[in-house]
């Protein structure tokens, strides 16, 4: 099915219709992310079961990566569930989505063999629900092992996850935010990126025909030992996995006839930087389309740099030397489409703002940007986060007087998004020279850094510390334990009255709409009542200057109302947003969003200027155990630091946003600057859709606190 993801309350109005089919046929899931060290080994390999409850519930659907589907037992004990490996493994993490029918007692057990078991973790107290228990233990086999039940059903899982590591294969994906490119593609809507950039939400999906091919370059020769492929419905029959040193000439590692989809771990041998799945007979009569194409490398991957490289004295370790200098390019843009975007935007840190060649001079070929770094310097390291206007041929170089210049590095390949460049050089302006363009448009850089040692250095602002989660110092919260009938506290809230964005259809008055319940709660109430020239009225606030944060975790406890056409959601905007800079540059953090349309299922997602709008990046869930999200309160929170974002509910996982996959297969990450917090209840729109004789009026979202934590 097409939708448009959550566009919270201000949009770009040109990418709507543009992306209005965005993440078609997106993948519902639920989400646990293990440890950086442990990834999730056990997800599309073999399972078995002591029983089945029918042909609906069969083991395999408890490692499918479904949270919609499950495996249950018959109604007795013990019953068991395990998973094959397919090789051994060094196991540190289960765990266990239970359906209703829980086990309250139960062991974890490991085996080389799958008939010796040894145990790892027992209970005698189960509570069902979603259970995350470290363990420490070896073995090809995983099983759960119930002993006794909880309901009179038998038992149920709707996920058994294993985390750890297997054999001497790296755990990480090498392929993570690498460029990638395809045969065909199906439309702009599925392109090859997608595969790669860790987002089980987006896909690549071909043309419907046969052979077709996805190929990932990994930046340099590796042992490839390892391959996942996550298909969509239209999967492969007949494929083979190739790995090459020069993307021209292919060597197998890897061969099937008898491709059945779903997720497929390979285990392989062979070395290349590039890395393809060649697809030459489909299971369908659709093409070929990967959710997700991993490599993993007996080096585990290659070697990222810091996101916050060190920033000691010039002379000694490396630091950044680009932030604040001079800079002069071969023309610049400072228009309505792209205001200000002149040469020193891209030296800022501000990833929000960036240079642009001229519209009306600048889009031909070259075109080029330099920095002055204010003396000699040794240059180790350029990273240029391109606009998608990037370079697919350029050279970055070096010169003592901007005269004279020295190449340092060199492609015909460029893939845009994020490109870090390991380089040697010596000299005190950095230039990128850009000679053949990836599209009609010029060039553009929302950051070019140059890192190194030397030169004239100035440091840039101190970022905020990094919290340690579970975050438990409270810094910041409205418990909403006010008289019944009293109002939002002035010191904390400003009331936000007016009309909302997205065609909503409510005026939000000037704190009519909101009253403390008078046992905890804050309510929010939408009425079908004139006001502002509108037929119905509701409430929004926000802490906007009055309380913003940067980094930490955020969380409420919220009820949300049924009905179609109502639209609750707890989010943050960007604090420079309320002193001039415009949506999105400012950055959007949608914490929750849930449509009273269906009540089963929410939304997390991220707005900036590279990817809004439908095209923000984020995910749809269901709630753990396949609640109704309007029958209790549930706990919405975002863990958030300098490396990302780990949204959760009611404590599971159920999205995250790495910043350095973000920047390699989407955009900038704006986000490491204060925001505010913003709750309201709307009326109508392009996201909920309309409000009809069924809606029931007034409808209540209940907020029982929001909290925030750091160290």
Known sequence: MSRVLPGRRW?????????????????????????????????????????????????????????GTRWSSTFSVPQWLQVDLGESATISRVVLTWEAAYATAFTV?????????????????????????????????VRVNATAKATGYGVSLWEFQVYGSTGSCGTANAALGRPATASSVQSTVFP??????????????????????????????????????????????????????????????????????????????????????????????????????????????????????????????????????????????????????TPARAFDNDPASRWATAANTGWVDPGWIYVDLGATAGITQVVLQWDPA???????????????????????TGAGFKETLNVTGTGRYVRMYGTARSSTYGYSLWEFKVYGTGGNPTTPPAMPAD?????????????????????????????????????????????????????????IEARRETAGGRDYTSHRMNTGNKFHVQYGRIEARVKVPKGNGLWPAFWMMGADFLTGRPWPYNGEIDIMEVLGRNTLEGYSTLHAP?????????????????????????????????????????????FVASKAT???????????????????????????????GTTPFPSRMLVDYVRVYQN
């Open 109 to 141: 057990q490991t085996s080389a063999s799958g008939t010796t078991w040894t145990t790892v973790h027992t209970t005698t107290n189960g509570t069902g629900g979603v259970q995350d228990l470290t363990v420490s233990g070896s073995g090809r086999y």
């Open 390 to 412: 990037f370079a697919r041929a350029y050279q970055i170089q070096v010169s003592p007087n901007a005269t004279t210049w020295t190449s340092i590095y060199s492609t015909t």
């Open 610 to 654: 590279a990817y809004n709008g439908g095209a923000g990046y984020g995910l749809k869930y269901t709630a753990p155990g396949g609640a109704d999200l309007a029958n209790d309160f549930h706990v919405w929170a975002v863990e958030w630091d300098s490396k990302g974002m780990t949204f959760k509910l009611d404590g599971t996982t159920v």
């Open 11 to 67: 949009r770009l109005a040109t990418v709507v219709g543009a992306v209005i089919a965005l993440l078609a046929g997106l993948l519902v899931v639920t989400t646990v992310t293990a440890a950086a060290a442990d990834p999730l080994i056990s997800q599309g390999r073999t399972a078995t079961a002591s029983s089945t409850e029918n042909a609906g519930t069969p083991a395999s659907a408890a490692v499918d990566g479904n949270a």
């Open 192 to 341: 090859a990126s997608s595969a790669v950039d860790g987002n089980a939400g987006t896909r690549w999906s071909s043309a419907a025909a046969d052979p077709q091919w996805l190929q990932v370059d990994l930046g340099s020769a590796q042992s490839i030992c390892g391959v996942t492929l996550q298909w969509e419905a239209a999967f492969g029959r007949s494929f083979q996995v190739q790995v090459s040193t020069d993307a021209a000439t292919w060597t197998s590692v890897y061969s099937t006839t008898t491709g059945a989809g779903g997720t497929q771990l390979l285990t392989v041998s062979g070395t290349g930087r590039y890395v393809r799945v060649y697809g030459t007979a489909r299971g369908t009569a659709y093409g070929y389309s990967l959710w997700e194409f991993q490599v993993r490398t007996g080096s585990g991957g290659p070697t990222n740099p810091p996101t916050d490289p060190p920033t000691n004295p010039p002379g000694g370790d490396v630091r950044l030397l680009s932030y604040n200098k001079p800079a002069v390019a071969s023309t610049s843009q400072n228009d309505g489409a792209c205001w200000e975007c």
């Open 467 to 523: 919290p340690v989660f579970p975050a438990n110092r409270l810094v910041w919260s409205d418990e909403f334990n006010g008289a019944a009938g009293s109002k939002p506290d002035p010191a904390k809230w400003t009331i936000d009255p007016g009309t909302g964005q997205n065609n909503e259809i409510q005026y939000y008055t000037n704190n009519n709409n909101a009253n403390m319940d008078g046992a905890g709660s804050l309510v």
């Open 662 to 692: 973000v920047e390699a297969t989407r955009g900038p990450w704006v986000y490491d600057h204060p925001f505010y917090v913003i709750l309201n209840l709307a009326v109508g729109g392009d996201f909920p859709g309309p409000v009809d």
